[in-house]
C-alpha cells in the first residue's frame, strides 16, 4: 500500500523558513519523480514543484524561494521553504508522479 507522510509544517513568520518533509513507503521510492503540492482554504490543490532525474521544475509562485530535494536512502523527499509570504499558507503534501493516494498533509501557516 502505498503511503505518504509529511511533516515540518508550522506557524512561521512572514519571511521566515521552513523545511518540510515526506516520508513515502510501499513504492520503489527512487524511480518516481516525486512532486509537493499545496491546497489553501477555499481553494483547488495546486502543483508547487517536482523533482525528476532530469532536474526539478517550480511554480512561478515559488521559484527562487523553495528548493525540492531529495534522499531515496531515506525514501523521503524536501521542501526548503524561504522568504515565505502569507500566501503561501496551506496545507502540502507530496506524491509521486503518476499520483497515488493522498497523505493528510501538513499544515503551513505564515503569519504575523
Known amino acids: 500500500q502505498v503511503q505518504f507522510v509529511e511533516s515540518g509544517g508550522g506557524l512561521v513568520q512572514p519571511g521566515g523558513s521552513l523545511r518540510l518533509s515526506c516520508a513515502a513507503s510501499g513504492i520503489r521510492f527512487s524511480i518516481y519523480a516525486m512532486g509537493w503540492y499545496r491546497q489553501a482554504p477555499g481553494k483547488q490543490r495546486e502543483w508547487v514543484a517536482t523533482?525528476?532525474?532530469?532536474?526539478?521544475n517550480y511554480a512561478d509562485s515559488v521559484k527562487g524561494r523553495f528548493t525540492i530535494s531529495r534522499d531515496n536512502a531515506k525514501n523521503t523527499v524536501y521542501l526548503q521553504m524561504n522568504s515565505l509570504k502569507p500566501e503561501d499558507t496551506a496545507v502540502y503534501y507530496c506524491?509521486?508522479?503518476?499520483?497515488?493516494?493522498w497523505g493528510q498533509g501538513t499544515q503551513v501557516t505564515v503569519s504575523s
Open positions: 506524491n509521486r508522479l503518476p499520483s497515488s493516494d
Open positions: 523533482i525528476m532525474s532530469s532536474g526539478t
